[in-house]
């Protein structure tokens, strides 16, 4: 039996809320067979975005999800994801998890998607990420080191085994509560996926509250 529940559908970002429309699960969302494990606080509702740097996609939606992510409660936790299927996506990865372990991620996150995109600039070889890296305070030694580190290749490892078992195929996509998941093709556009997602974090909750 599908599930429903009502959700004001953006036509063009978040603050552009045109109509109402019945959010049914296998046509606007997806229920995954088996839920992958969170990895926030059991009061907490997790809200994975899985993307690639080299995605224009992912770079187009950073504008509604930024926006939607700075509205979100103070019971959702957001989780940023790089998805791995070789080759530039698993070298991206360990961009995204080196800067996280050089402490700017921060800083460099929304730079790393204009350097790509806006720039022309492919960031897949270590030594051009190293002296990408050199402009947020660290050394390109620090930076070639946190590429190439243990633990940066646990995480790439890690972000791969979790995709696969989120049965993610391709990306943009946001998982709610290791269950849910949400693509531009099932929410009808990039710009309308915060808005199913908005709706499915607000079912979570509802489910926690009976």
Not at 41 to 61: A, K, Q, S
Not at 96 to 102: N, P, V
Request: with cysteine; aromatic share 8%; charged share 25%.
């Amino acid at each position: 039996m599908f599930k429903t529940l009502m959700v004001a559908v953006a036509g063009l970002g978040l603050s552009g809320l045109v109509a109402a429309q019945e959010l049914v699960e296998g046509q606007h969302y997806e229920v995954l067979d088996e839920a992958v494990d969170t990895r926030v606080d059991e009061d907490m509702i997790e809200v994975t975005e899985v993307f690639w740097y080299g995605c224009p996609h992912c770079n187009r939606l950073q504008a509604s999800l930024n926006a939607w992510l700075d509205e979100l409660e103070d019971d959702v936790a957001v989780i940023h994801m790089p998805a791995t299927m070789g080759g530039d996506w698993n070298k991206h990865a360990a961009v995204y998890y080196a800067a996280e372990e050089l402490s700017i991620i921060d800083e460099i996150h929304a730079d790393i998607f204009d350097a790509i995109h806006e720039q022309g600039r492919a960031l897949t070889e270590d030594d051009d990420i190293a002296a990408f890296f050199s402009d947020y305070g660290v050394s390109e030694d620090e930076a070639r080191q946190a590429l190439t580190s243990f633990g940066v290749r646990s995480q790439v490892n890690q972000a791969h085994s979790r995709m696969r078992a989120m049965e993610l195929m391709g990306v943009p996509a946001l998982v709610i509560d290791g269950r849910y998941v949400v693509s531009p093709s099932s929410a009808g556009s990039l710009e309308n996926m915060p808005q199913v997602a908005d709706a499915l974090v607000a079912m979570v909750r509802e489910e926690r509250s009976q």
